[in-house]
């Protein structure tokens, strides 16, 4: 059975710093790209980050490059979203995404939200 599990959201301080993380199992994590959406209250949901579970390349939405950093633990089938210098408009639930073979798996989500 498929599993992207989520998890670390929460409320944050404008300026401060989170790491979510987004637990796999169930498929071969290696061989897939991986991904992180948010999605706004009445907003479309959109890409943040991007990797690719072998090689590492990365790529970002230029609303969070130089913030935002996408990484992966192959051994522990986990991917994280390290996210610094938060701005209230990045409040939004974050989901994990998995792309690969021909399927496309979703997580449940995770809210983050930044306010003072």
């Known amino acids: 059975q498929v599993q992207l599990v989520e998890s670390g959201g929460g409320l944050v301080q404008p300026g401060g710093s989170l790491r979510i993380s987004c637990a796999a199992s169930g498929f071969t994590f290696r061989s897939y790209a991986m991904k992180w959406f948010r999605q706004a209250p009445g907003k479309e949901r959109e890409l943040v980050a991007a990797?690719?579970?072998?090689?590492?390349?990365?790529n970002y939405a230029d609303s969070v490059k130089g913030r935002f950093t996408i990484s992966v633990d192959n051994a522990k089938k986990t991917l994280f979203l390290q996210m610094d210098s938060l701005k209230p408009e990045d409040t939004a639930v974050y989901y994990c995404n998995a792309v690969g073979w021909g399927y496309e798996y979703w997580g449940q989500g995770t809210q983050v939200t930044v306010s003072s």
């Open positions: 990797i690719k579970s072998i090689g590492g390349g990365s």
